[in-house]
Structures are given as C-alpha cells and as structure tokens.
C-alpha cells in the first residue's frame, strides 16, 4: 500500500526556515517524480514545486510565489522527500500536502498525504 | 500562467442528479488536464487524468471530456459519498487549479 507522511510541520516566525519531510514506503520510490502543494486554510489548492526522478535528472520547478526561498530535494535511499522554507511569510500558512506523479510523469499526482499544518506568525 | 475558471463555484443537487461542472482554460492546453475530489478534512483524490481518462478504482458515474479550453465533469447519478469540493488542475506549464467547486446534497 502506498503511503506518504509528512511532518515536521508547525508553528513558525515570519523570515524563520522549517524544513517539511515525506517519508514514503509501499512503492519504489527512487522511479517516482515527488511534488508539494498547499491549501491556505478555507483557500483552494497550490502548487508549490516538484522534483523529477534520477531517472529524468532529479531537476525542480517551483512555483512564482516560493521560488528562490522554498527548495525540494530527495533522498532515494531513504525514500524521503524533503521541502525546505526559508525567509517564511505570513501567506505561507497553510497545509502542505506531498503528492507522488505517476508513473513516467510528474504533472498528475495519484497519491497524496495527509497534510501538515504550517503557521508562519508572530 | 494559464488561469483556470471553473463554475459553478457551489452546487446543490438531490442524490440520483445528473452533475456537471466545468473549467475554462485561459488558452490552450490540449487535454492537459486533471480533475480531484477533496472531501472535508482529507487530501484530494485523483479521478480524472488527461482530460477524460478515469483513474483506476474511481466509480463509472465519474467523467470527463474536453479539450483545447473548454472541460466538462460529470457525476453522472450523485450519491451521497460524493459530498466534497472538486478541483480541475491543468498542467501546461507551470501547474495551476480552478477555484474548486463546492458540492453539496439538496
């Protein structure tokens, strides 16, 4: 069965860092592309950014609104995602989701997990 | 970035109705899209992929068509479980969403 956990979410200061992980099993997951996206609390859904597989260079492409601050990165070995936020804003707040594509793809997520909660505050 | 418009934004419909919602792209994007469920609290689930291909152990009432800009969904008998907000996503460089639409039982 697949399955992805994220954690390491919480309550965090605006310009503070946290670092996301998602810890996936039930799959091969060095053959997947991994994504983040994130819901605003009562907002629709956002796409933040995703890796490719080693296979097709383990690249990233983030979102506009996180690029330069936020970073994807893997490690297969593991089977770990990782999402680090840097220079965190209050718009930040949200649930973040890790989502793995399907196979050979990275633009079409058939699992998703559970969310963690991020509170960029004061 | 491609902008997604999806209506109706909230829809209030009897168990047995047909549904359908819909999502305009702001330009083309051949069958580059997706469709998800979220039910209150959980992640959003996959159920459509490229436009009109229903993913694996999602219900037959489940549907779409479409391509170009203009997409349809459709339930095609509602059933209670179907309570949720369902998004259309589209993948054209980079991924954006429609603004999701609200389901809800009359």
């Keep these: 069965e697949v399955q992805l956990v994220e954690s390491g979410g919480g309550l965090v200061k605006p310009g503070r860092s946290l670092r996301l992980s998602c810890t996936a099993s039930g799959f091969t997951f060095g ?22 597989s080693k296979a097709y260079g383990g690249t990233t492409e983030y979102a506009a609104s996180v690029k330069g601050r936020f970073t994807i990165s893997r490690d297969d070995s593991k089977s770990i995602a990782y999402l680090q936020m840097n220079s ?7 649930v973040y989701y890790c989502t793995r594509a399907r196979y050979g793809d990275y633009e079409t997520f058939d699992y998703w997990g559970q969310g963690t909660l991020v509170t960029v505050s004061s | 970035d491609i902008q997604m418009t999806q209506s109706p934004s909230s829809l209030s419909a009897s168990v047995g109705d047909r549904v359908t919602i819909t ?11 997706n469709w998800y ?16 291909n229903l993913e694996t152990g999602v219900p037959s009432r489940f549907s779409g068509s479409g391509s170009g800009t203009d997409f349809t969904f459709t339930i095609s008998s509602l059933q209670p479980e179907d309570i949720a907000t369902y998004y259309c996503q589209q993948y054209d460089n980079p991924i954006t969403f429609g603004q999701g639409t609200r389901l809800e039982i009359k």
Aim: glycine share 8%.
């Design chain 1, 31 to 52: 053959d997947y592309a991994m994504s983040w996206f994130r819901q605003a609390p009562g907002k629709g859904l956002e796409w933040v950014g995703f890796i490719r």
């Design chain 1, 88 to 94: 965190l804003k209050t718009e930040d707040t949200a």
């Design chain 2, 23 to 33: 999502c305009q792209a702001s330009q083309d994007i051949s069958n580059y899209l």
């Design chain 2, 37 to 52: 469920q979220q039910k209150p609290g959980k992640a959003p689930k996959l159920l459509i992929y490229d436009a009109s």
